[in-house]
């Protein structure tokens, strides 16, 4: 289910303090196929969908969990003037340096099997995770087009106003 969050509840009647009943009320992807959905059902309203298209075919939307050889691409994704292919790599947590290498060998499986040569196309990768560490930021600042980006989800219950 699009936009489907799983969390932790808290309630003040046990006698939890604003300050941690706020904390627990962070929503938490259960599972990155969670995360997943959220980005697909809410594409259009991030900034990714005003460059790029989710990759489809007549229609059906095959851009998620995209099948290669080499492993499942989360989201695949193409620039709206069709000049850039974007794989995105999401991690639900924290992610060691070990997803760059995975995302390179997405990213080459695409220039491989989906870049028309001699087109100008070419192929970006973007890492999208909760907190990023000192191991994949270093990994990163050798490596060219390769983005970082990270979430914050916020979930809150709100009485009606009368």
């Known amino acids: 289910m699009p936009g489907l969050l799983f969390f932790r509840p808290a309630l003040a009647e046990e006698g939890i303090e604003a300050e941690q009943i ?4 962070e929503a938490e992807f259960g599972l990155e196929s969670h995360l997943e959905d959220f980005i697909i059902g809410n594409w259009d309203n991030l900034e990714l969908g005003k460059k ?4 489809d075919n007549d229609g059906d939307m095959i851009a998620k969990q995209y099948p290669t050889d080499v492993g499942p691409i989360d989201i695949l994704a193409r620039s709206k003037d069709n000049k850039e292919w974007l794989v ?3 991690k639900k947590g924290r992610s060691g340096d070990q997803v760059v290498g995975q995302i390179q060998r997405y990213m080459d499986w695409v220039l491989r099997n989906r870049v028309k040569q001699g087109d100008g ?3 970006k990768g973007l890492i999208i995770l909760k907190n990023t560490d000192r191991k994949l930021e270093y990994a990163l600042e050798v ?3 390769i983005e970082l980006m990270t979430y914050t989800v916020n979930f ?3 009485k009606p106003k009368k």
């Open 22 to 25: 706020k904390e627990a009320a």
């Open 52 to 55: 790029y298209a989710l990759l």
């Open 88 to 90: 995105i790599e999401l």
């Open 121 to 123: 196309e070419s192929v």
């Open 143 to 145: 490596t060219r087009d």
């Open 156 to 158: 809150s219950l709100n």
